[in-house]
């Protein structure tokens, strides 16, 4: 089992900064890749960003690349997300997922954390 924690959302103006981070306990080992979603009210989840505990490799969605970065610490079991030039449309929540391959699908992903609300103002 692996047990995620997210935290750092909250409430940007347009233009603004985040920085979301989520903690993996368990038996992160046998997960290699984390990755984040969002999902807005109405809409289905979508992909963000992911990124490889062995090999430092990313995926970006199109929507955020350029502006999101996300980044991982081994020692201490975490991946962060830094999330520049916010928009309206990044308002979701954010979740952290773990999964055994690097990818953009969300169904590979086998373990989720609760959710950290962002919510960007115009």
């Known amino acids: 089992q692996v047990q995620l924690v997210e935290s750092g959302g909250g409430l940007v103006q347009a233009g603004g900064s985040l920085r979301l981070s989520c903690v993996a306990s368990?038996?992160?080992?046998?997960?290699?890749?984390m990755g984040w979603f969002r999902q807005a009210p109405g809409k289905e989840r979508e992909f963000v960003a992911a990124i490889s505990w062995r090999t430092y490799n990313t995926y970006y969605a199109d929507s955020v690349k350029g502006r999101f970065t996300i980044s991982r610490d081994n020692a201490k079991n975490t991946v962060d997300l830094q999330m520049n030039s916010l928009r309206p449309e990044d308002t979701a929540v954010y979740y952290c997922?773990?999964?055994?391959?690097?990818?953009?699908?969300?169904?590979?992903?086998?373990?989720w954390g609760q959710g950290t609300q962002v919510t960007v103002s115009s």
């Open positions: 368990g038996r992160t080992f046998s997960r290699d890749a």
């Open positions: 997922a773990a999964g055994n391959t690097l990818t953009t699908q969300r169904y590979e992903y086998n373990y």
